[in-house]
């Protein structure tokens, strides 16, 4: 059997989408936890699209935000990687790093794992020079993530694509440089 994975960390694969992906793909995105500093919880039409959207990141960009599954088990826990955001704000146009993972996942330290591979990834073999992180003000959880990996905090902004949900528009950013990484 042909090695699903683009690469891998210690404990999880890092692969691009199918649409084999979309059934726990939907069920993740329907979570209330999982999306409760979203603006909605994702349908599974909703989830398809995303899909769709990234492969087509991967196939223009050679990256996106990873399906990732635990090596060990082949359990698919979510995404983490990086997708390039180009929304009006004071820190883009940049590659953004990302994760989403169920929440069964949550507390092993597999974003945190996940992140630094994809730092590794985006600093080696896509020559990146800078890559940034954003989530909403109430994330506490993900913005620690951001810390634990090396990120500095460059302020807060408000999220041009959630204007519509003013509980969720105020967002900080966090950013990393090539060289002040590892």
């Known amino acids: 059997m042909k090695n699903p994975y683009l690469f891998t960390s210690e404990r999880l694969g890092f692969r691009n989408w199918t649409q084999n992906d979309l059934p726990e793909f939907a069920n993740l995105?329907?979570?209330?936890?999982?999306?409760?500093?979203?603006?909605?919880?994702?349908?599974?039409e909703e989830t398809a699209a995303f899909i769709d959207r990234l492969q087509q990141h991967y196939a223009t960009?050679?990256?996106?935000?990873?399906?990732?599954?635990?090596?060990?088990?082949?359990?698919?826990?979510?995404?983490?990687?990086?997708?390039y955001q180009d929304y009006p704000s004071p820190y883009?146009?940049?590659?953004?790093?990302?994760?989403?993972?169920?929440?069964?996942?949550?507390g092993n330290g597999y974003a945190t794992e996940g992140a630094h591979k994809c730092l590794e990834y985006a600093f080696g073999k896509l020559q990146l020079k800078e890559v940034i992180s954003t989530c909403t003000l109430?994330?506490?959880?993900?913005?620690?993530?951001?810390q634990k990996i090396g990120m500095q905090?460059?302020?807060?902004?408000?999220?041009?694509?959630?204007?519509?949900?003013?509980?969720?528009?105020?967002?900080?950013?966090?950013?990393?440089?090539?060289?002040?990484?590892?």
């Not at 960009?61 to 997708?83: D, P, Q, T």
């Not at 109430?138 to 620690?144: I, T, V």
């Not at 905090?153 to 950013?175: D, I, M, N, W």
């Open 29 to 44: 995105n329907a979570d209330a936890a999982v999306m409760e500093h979203f603006p909605n919880p994702l349908s599974q």
């Open 61 to 83: 960009h050679g990256y996106n935000y990873f399906a990732v599954e635990v090596l060990k088990s082949g359990e698919w826990i979510g995404f983490i990687g990086l997708a």
């Open 92 to 106: 883009t146009p940049a590659v953004d790093i990302g994760w989403r993972l169920k929440k069964s996942a949550w």
């Open 138 to 146: 109430q994330n506490a959880r993900s913005e620690k993530v951001m």
């Open 153 to 182: 905090r460059l302020g807060t902004f408000h999220h041009p694509k959630l204007q519509a949900h003013p509980e969720y528009e105020k967002c900080v950013c966090y950013s990393i440089r090539k060289e002040a990484w590892k």
